[in-house]
Nanobody
Framework: QVQLVESGGGLVQAGGSLRLSCATSVRTFSSYAMGWFRQAPGKEREFVAAISWRGSSTRYADSVKGRFTISRDNAKNTVYLQMNSLKPDDTAVYYC???????????????WGQGTQVTVSS
């Protein structure tokens, strides 16, 4: 298990931007693939983006492709999610996760953060 702490959520108008961060103190951070998921009210948690341990491979949900960018800084034990052109449909609690594979399914990840709220107003 890896302890993960998300930050950077908040309230933003449609069309605006936010950058989420997910930090951990574990030394083996660079050995984990990282992912971002989100859960909107009344909906199941869904995949947003994932990045391989080296950062050489990324994956995105179709709904965020071209607007969101996942990146990582292994020297800072941090993964980021840059969110641009935000829409009201992006409103959700965003979770970061760590695991062995940068896949789109939750079972690729064994450790989860507590989540950070992102609210996009129209």
């Amino acid at each position: 298990q890896v302890q993960l702490v998300e930050s950077g959520g908040g309230l933003v108008q449609a069309g605006g931007s936010l950058r989420l961060s997910c930090a951990t103190s574990v030394r083996t951070f660079s050995s984990y693939a990282m992912g971002w998921f989100r859960q909107a009210p009344g909906k199941e948690r869904e995949f947003v983006a994932a990045i391989s341990w080296r950062g050489s491979s990324t994956r995105y949900a179709d709904s965020v492709k071209g607007r969101f960018t996942i990146s990582r800084d292994n020297a800072k034990n941090t993964v980021y999610l840059q969110m641009n052109s935000l829409k009201p449909d992006d409103t959700a609690v965003y979770y970061c996760a760590a695991g062995p594979r940068a896949g789109t399914e939750e079972n690729n990840f064994h450790s989860w953060g507590q989540g950070t709220q992102v609210t996009v107003s129209s």
